[in-house]
């Protein structure tokens, strides 16, 4: 998506910096509500470069109607121990996700904003921005020429290094964690299931993946900075394709790209201040069990825009309003920090030994059973608590997760 209408106006009711997913879909639902709006994109095309696995859920799905970009629908997955140990979840039956091509889902959610009346201009980032008491003030460089605009509001969807989320000092990320991936031909998975491997050697605390992509497989593993003790999440990989327990798996694939970038799961704490609003990566939003950010922005967006929406037309985006609307967040936040908790009780905070011992458990007829009945890429907590309440040997966690589970 290469073309863009010829934009002459220079005020709008809403700016918003960035085209990613988040950014499209936003744009989207303000059309919706009848607001001028103009996208800023700094680079000259959509979904270039990305740093995504390629995983939408099913409810995101439903959001934008992307089913044209998907590339193999996952309904399952092959999970490992550090030792080797198999479990085996999911069936053909329901799909749990779906795996798109990310170049062609982005452009499709930006193109429905342009269907919707939408403005942009590609090669364009924000060079200043001043709150007034009327409207945003912003300098623009579009395609090197300086140009002022306007707005009424101003919001960031412009990914985990924001220049809104910096430049309106609106907070620190409270956890981010570093993915690498490469997309390689040749790798023997199963159609439509992924595998996971876990392990200090291969994703420290976390888990690395091999999702099929339709001709292609994305193998990618991530981590927090701090738990890579001198090595690169590219160690890592190399670590996975030459472990001896699965290198054979590896031996005829051919990589074709890579990607990394950073995975920002820690919701900032004032995502609105005056006349300026942040989603998606920018604020934070990414799920600490998957990395998953796509559908935690998206329901940013729909928790925030009609609220939002109603202060542009009361004329009112002051920051006590702002702070007000902060708590439409609050279900949110709340979400995020008990997935961590359970994250970190399940798998974080264990040993190699630890895990084995799990994945024994796990790898039980009842426990897969529970599993692929309250298993949820899109929700964990239902299936983590159920874990916790009624399998004994998981009892001993309970104190490590209850704190957050409880206040969180
Ligand atoms: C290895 C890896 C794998 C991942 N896998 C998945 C997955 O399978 N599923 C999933 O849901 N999520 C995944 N994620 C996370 C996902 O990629 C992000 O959460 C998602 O892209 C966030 O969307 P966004 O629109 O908020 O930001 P982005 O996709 O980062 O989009 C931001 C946009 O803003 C533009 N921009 C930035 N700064 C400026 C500026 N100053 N001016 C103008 N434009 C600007 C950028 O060019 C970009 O187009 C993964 C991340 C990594 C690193």
Redesign the pocket.
Known sequence: MRSQRIVKRRHYDVII????????YLARKFREEKFDVLI????NQ??R?????????PK?MERVDAYETVLTPIWGARMHSPSGISVLIGSPDEIRTWSVC?KLF?ETVVKQALEAGADILLS???VSAEVKHDGVELLVSVKGEELPFACKLLCG????????RRTFKLGRIKEM?????IEVTGYPGIEGRLDMYTGEEVSPGFFAWA?PSGETTRI?T?TLPDRLGGRSCEDLLIRLQNHPLWKDRFADCREVGR??????AGMIQRPLAERIAV????AG???PT????????FEAVDRLVPALADSIRMDDLSADRMYHLTRLLEPMRKEQARSKALRDAFLTESSDKELDEMFKIWARPDVTALIDEFGDIENPIPLGLKMLKDIPEFRRLTAKAAKALIWG
């Open positions: 910096v960035g085209a990613g997913p988040v950014g499209g800023l994109e700094e680079h959509i979904g470069p990305f740093q995504c696995a390629g995983l939408v859920n995101s990310r982005d364009s980032r924000p969807a412009d990914g985990a290094h924001s220049w809104v964690m570093i993915g690498f991936q999702i990618g991530w990607f990394c970038g950073p995975i920002p989603f998606g990566d920018a939003q990414c799920k998957t990395g998953g950010g796509i559908g935690k922005g």
